[in-house]
Protein backbone atom coordinates (compact mmCIF):
# COMPACT_ATOMS: atom_id res chain seq x y z
CA UNK A 1 0.00 0.00 0.00
CA UNK A 2 1.06 3.74 -0.81
CA UNK A 3 2.55 5.51 2.11
CA UNK A 4 -0.45 8.25 1.35
CA UNK A 5 -2.80 5.61 1.99
CA UNK A 6 -1.59 3.88 5.11
CA UNK A 7 -1.55 7.96 6.18
CA UNK A 8 -5.19 8.60 5.50
CA UNK A 9 -5.94 5.08 6.69
CA UNK A 10 -4.17 6.44 10.09
CA UNK A 11 -7.35 8.18 10.50
CA UNK A 12 -9.55 5.57 10.89
CA UNK A 13 -7.70 3.16 13.18
CA UNK A 14 -8.26 3.12 16.44
CA UNK A 15 -6.80 0.73 19.16
CA UNK A 16 -9.48 -2.03 19.66
CA UNK A 17 -10.50 -2.82 23.53
CA UNK A 18 -12.81 -5.29 23.43
CA UNK A 19 -12.25 -8.99 23.81
CA UNK A 20 -14.68 -10.45 20.68
CA UNK A 21 -15.02 -8.91 17.40
CA UNK A 22 -18.50 -7.67 17.83
CA UNK A 23 -17.39 -5.95 21.23
CA UNK A 24 -14.56 -4.30 19.18
CA UNK A 25 -16.72 -3.22 16.12
CA UNK A 26 -19.26 -1.70 18.41
CA UNK A 27 -16.69 0.40 20.41
CA UNK A 28 -14.83 1.43 17.11
CA UNK A 29 -18.23 2.80 15.29
CA UNK A 30 -19.14 4.62 19.17
CA UNK A 31 -16.15 6.19 18.68
CA UNK A 32 -16.49 8.05 15.82
CA UNK A 33 -20.06 8.43 16.77
CA UNK A 34 -21.68 6.08 14.57
CA UNK A 35 -23.72 3.96 17.34
CA UNK A 36 -26.51 3.29 14.97
CA UNK A 37 -24.52 2.25 12.41
CA UNK A 38 -23.04 -0.61 15.15
CA UNK A 39 -27.41 -1.59 15.79
CA UNK A 40 -27.40 -2.27 12.21
CA UNK A 41 -24.39 -3.85 11.58
CA UNK A 42 -25.32 -6.51 14.72
CA UNK A 43 -28.94 -6.88 13.00
CA UNK A 44 -27.23 -7.71 9.73
CA UNK A 45 -24.74 -9.85 11.63
CA UNK A 46 -27.59 -11.98 13.34
CA UNK A 47 -29.47 -12.39 10.05
CA UNK A 48 -26.60 -13.53 7.92
CA UNK A 49 -25.55 -15.94 10.81
CA UNK A 50 -29.57 -17.72 10.46
CA UNK A 51 -29.35 -17.55 6.67
CA UNK A 52 -26.00 -19.26 6.72
CA UNK A 53 -27.40 -21.88 8.78
CA UNK A 54 -30.38 -22.40 6.80
CA UNK A 55 -28.40 -23.03 3.49
CA UNK A 56 -25.66 -24.58 5.09
CA UNK A 57 -23.00 -21.79 4.56
CA UNK A 58 -20.48 -21.11 7.66
CA UNK A 59 -21.85 -19.61 9.83
CA UNK A 60 -19.33 -17.82 11.44
CA UNK A 61 -17.79 -16.72 8.32
CA UNK A 62 -21.35 -14.88 7.86
CA UNK A 63 -21.38 -13.12 10.87
CA UNK A 64 -18.25 -11.61 10.95
CA UNK A 65 -18.51 -9.81 7.92
CA UNK A 66 -22.03 -8.73 8.62
CA UNK A 67 -20.70 -7.32 11.68
CA UNK A 68 -17.92 -5.23 9.44
CA UNK A 69 -20.18 -4.60 6.29
CA UNK A 70 -20.68 -1.18 7.31
CA UNK A 71 -17.65 -0.07 9.09
CA UNK A 72 -16.50 2.08 6.61
CA UNK A 73 -19.25 4.52 7.78
CA UNK A 74 -16.57 6.44 9.41
CA UNK A 75 -15.05 7.72 6.19
CA UNK A 76 -17.40 11.07 4.70
CA UNK A 77 -18.54 10.41 1.59
CA UNK A 78 -16.34 13.33 0.39
CA UNK A 79 -13.24 11.60 1.42
CA UNK A 80 -13.97 8.26 -0.36
CA UNK A 81 -12.49 9.05 -3.50
CA UNK A 82 -8.87 10.66 -2.25
CA UNK A 83 -8.37 7.44 -0.13
CA UNK A 84 -9.44 4.69 -2.98
CA UNK A 85 -6.82 6.60 -4.81
CA UNK A 86 -4.49 7.15 -1.66
CA UNK A 87 -4.45 3.09 -1.36
CA UNK A 88 -3.90 2.43 -5.23
CA UNK A 89 -7.57 1.07 -5.98
CA UNK A 90 -9.09 1.47 -9.33
CA UNK A 91 -12.75 4.00 -8.97
CA UNK A 92 -15.44 3.15 -11.45
CA UNK A 93 -17.44 5.42 -13.30
CA UNK A 94 -20.25 5.28 -11.38
CA UNK A 95 -18.08 5.47 -7.84
CA UNK A 96 -16.63 9.16 -8.67
CA UNK A 97 -20.73 9.77 -9.66
CA UNK A 98 -21.95 8.13 -6.32
CA UNK A 99 -18.52 7.82 -3.82
CA UNK A 100 -20.82 6.28 -1.28
CA UNK A 101 -20.79 2.94 -3.26
CA UNK A 102 -16.98 2.86 -2.37
CA UNK A 103 -18.45 1.98 0.99
CA UNK A 104 -18.57 -1.75 0.34
CA UNK A 105 -14.59 -2.39 -0.34
CA UNK A 106 -13.80 0.57 2.15
CA UNK A 107 -15.40 -1.76 5.04
CA UNK A 108 -13.30 -4.32 3.52
CA UNK A 109 -10.19 -2.66 3.65
CA UNK A 110 -10.87 -1.49 7.39
CA UNK A 111 -11.67 -4.91 8.54
CA UNK A 112 -8.78 -5.74 7.02
CA UNK A 113 -6.39 -3.25 8.26
CA UNK A 114 -8.44 -2.37 11.37
CA UNK A 115 -9.70 -5.38 12.78
CA UNK A 116 -6.95 -7.66 10.90
CA UNK A 117 -9.69 -10.16 8.61
CA UNK A 118 -7.47 -11.57 6.15
CA UNK A 119 -10.28 -14.88 5.44
CA UNK A 120 -10.82 -13.76 1.65
CA UNK A 121 -14.14 -15.17 1.88
CA UNK A 122 -15.05 -12.72 4.49
CA UNK A 123 -13.47 -9.81 2.88
CA UNK A 124 -15.32 -10.92 -0.49
CA UNK A 125 -18.90 -10.64 1.41
CA UNK A 126 -18.18 -7.31 3.08
CA UNK A 127 -16.91 -5.81 -0.60
CA UNK A 128 -19.95 -7.06 -2.56
CA UNK A 129 -22.83 -6.51 0.38
CA UNK A 130 -24.53 -3.61 -1.44
CA UNK A 131 -23.92 -4.11 -5.35
CA UNK A 132 -23.05 -7.91 -5.14
CA UNK A 133 -20.71 -8.89 -8.14
CA UNK A 134 -21.12 -11.17 -11.04
CA UNK A 135 -18.76 -14.17 -9.49
CA UNK A 136 -20.52 -13.95 -6.01
CA UNK A 137 -20.20 -17.02 -3.64
CA UNK A 138 -23.10 -18.44 -1.86
CA UNK A 139 -21.35 -16.20 1.18
CA UNK A 140 -21.46 -13.18 -0.86
CA UNK A 141 -25.22 -14.18 -1.09
CA UNK A 142 -26.10 -14.59 2.80
CA UNK A 143 -24.86 -11.09 3.53
CA UNK A 144 -26.17 -9.11 0.73
CA UNK A 145 -29.61 -10.33 1.71
CA UNK A 146 -29.37 -10.13 5.32
CA UNK A 147 -28.43 -6.61 4.71
CA UNK A 148 -31.55 -5.93 2.54
CA UNK A 149 -33.77 -7.80 5.35
CA UNK A 150 -32.49 -5.80 7.78
CA UNK A 151 -33.39 -2.71 6.30
CA UNK A 152 -31.68 0.32 7.78
CA UNK A 153 -33.77 3.26 6.91
CA UNK A 154 -36.84 4.50 8.96
CA UNK A 155 -39.76 3.19 6.35
CA UNK A 156 -40.04 -0.82 5.88
CA UNK A 157 -38.46 -2.10 3.30
CA UNK A 158 -41.16 -1.90 0.05
CA UNK A 159 -39.77 -5.25 -1.59
CA UNK A 160 -39.11 -7.77 2.10
CA UNK A 161 -42.71 -10.04 1.33
CA UNK A 162 -41.47 -11.30 -1.97
CA UNK A 163 -38.04 -11.12 -1.37
CA UNK A 164 -38.78 -13.07 1.76
CA UNK A 165 -41.16 -15.37 -0.18
CA UNK A 166 -38.48 -16.08 -3.14
CA UNK A 167 -35.71 -17.27 0.20
CA UNK A 168 -37.77 -20.13 0.54
CA UNK A 169 -37.34 -20.82 -3.37
CA UNK A 170 -33.55 -20.08 -3.27
CA UNK A 171 -30.80 -17.51 -2.18
CA UNK A 172 -30.62 -16.82 -6.29
CA UNK A 173 -34.41 -15.78 -6.39
CA UNK A 174 -34.59 -13.91 -3.03
CA UNK A 175 -31.47 -11.60 -4.77
CA UNK A 176 -32.78 -11.82 -8.73
CA UNK A 177 -36.01 -10.75 -7.05
CA UNK A 178 -34.29 -7.60 -5.65
CA UNK A 179 -32.43 -6.82 -8.06
CA UNK A 180 -35.46 -6.47 -10.74
CA UNK A 181 -37.18 -4.29 -7.79
CA UNK A 182 -34.21 -2.55 -7.82
CA UNK A 183 -33.46 -2.13 -11.48
CA UNK A 184 -37.10 -1.20 -12.36
CA UNK A 185 -36.84 1.65 -10.29
CA UNK A 186 -35.58 5.46 -10.51
CA UNK A 187 -31.49 3.98 -10.30
CA UNK A 188 -29.82 6.85 -10.91
CA UNK A 189 -25.80 4.99 -10.67
CA UNK A 190 -26.41 1.08 -12.12
CA UNK A 191 -23.15 -0.13 -11.04
CA UNK A 192 -21.60 -2.41 -12.72
CA UNK A 193 -20.85 -5.18 -10.76
CA UNK A 194 -24.81 -4.86 -9.81
CA UNK A 195 -25.52 -4.85 -13.72
CA UNK A 196 -23.52 -8.47 -13.92
CA UNK A 197 -24.54 -9.97 -10.68
CA UNK A 198 -28.23 -8.98 -12.23
CA UNK A 199 -27.88 -10.84 -15.36
CA UNK A 200 -25.93 -13.77 -13.94
CA UNK A 201 -28.69 -14.09 -11.52
CA UNK A 202 -31.53 -13.74 -14.67
CA UNK A 203 -29.16 -16.56 -16.32
CA UNK A 204 -29.20 -18.50 -13.12
CA UNK A 205 -32.84 -18.52 -12.42
CA UNK A 206 -33.53 -19.02 -16.42
CA UNK A 207 -31.50 -22.12 -16.60
CA UNK A 208 -33.24 -23.47 -13.41
CA UNK A 209 -36.95 -22.84 -14.51
CA UNK A 210 -38.03 -19.76 -12.50
CA UNK A 211 -38.82 -16.94 -13.72
CA UNK A 212 -37.86 -13.37 -11.45
CA UNK A 213 -41.45 -10.83 -10.94
CA UNK A 214 -39.81 -7.35 -11.74
CA UNK A 215 -39.82 -4.51 -8.99
CA UNK A 216 -37.57 -1.32 -8.60
CA UNK A 217 -35.01 -0.05 -5.49
CA UNK A 218 -32.44 2.47 -4.73
CA UNK A 219 -29.34 1.08 -4.03
CA UNK A 220 -28.70 0.74 0.12
Same mark, same amino acid.
Given at each position: ???????????????????????????? @?? !???? *????? +????? %??? $? /??????????????????????????????????????????? @?? !???? *????? +????? %??? $? /????????????????????????????????????????????? !????????????????? $???????????????????????????????????????????????
Amino acid at each position: MKQAGQRQLATYTLPLQGKTLTEQMVQY @LE !AFDH *AETAV +HNLAV %AQE $A /KGLAERFQVNADKAYSAGLLHDVSVVIPNDQRIALQIAVGEPI @LD !AERQ *APFLL +HQQQS %ALL $A /KTVFQVSDPEILSAISCHTTLKAQYSRLDLIVFLADKIKWDRKDQ !APFLTGLLERLDDSLES $AAGYYMDWLFAGDLVVPHPWAVAAKAKLANTLMSEGTKPKRHGLQLE
